[in-house]
């Protein structure tokens, strides 16, 4: 399951379908920091992230390009993975196993 954790507001999603349709697409779930209380790097995002999808930490990975929001999502368990180009996703998921 992918979902899509943003620091935005409805309105600003209006905007993406349009313009990366890749996103809505990919993401089985939006959730968004105006609708959940909180806001990345705070750890309760997270949380409410994972409780609203029925998961353990243990069993999600979160991707970031920001420093402070891997550490948020570290705080609750989840293995965090800092995206430093386009190679890092790909190369994580070619780790590992099948």
């Given at each position: 399951r992918?979902?899509?954790l943003s620091n935005t507001n409805r309105l600003h999603?209006?905007?993406?379908p349009t313009n990366y349709p890749e996103v809505h697409a990919a993401a089985d779930q939006v959730y968004l920091s105006q609708e959940l209380g909180a806001r990345k790097p705070e750890p309760a995002?997270?949380?409410k992230v994972l409780d609203a999808e029925g998961f353990d930490a243990s069993d999600a990975?979160?991707?970031?390009?920001?420093a402070d929001n891997i550490k948020g999502a570290q705080a609750v368990g989840i293995t965090s993975i800092q995206v430093t180009d386009k190679s890092t996703l790909p190369d994580y998921f070619a780790?590992?196993?099948c």
């Open positions: 992918v979902v899509v999603t209006t905007y993406w995002i997270y949380q990975v979160f991707f970031d390009d920001n780790k590992q196993p």
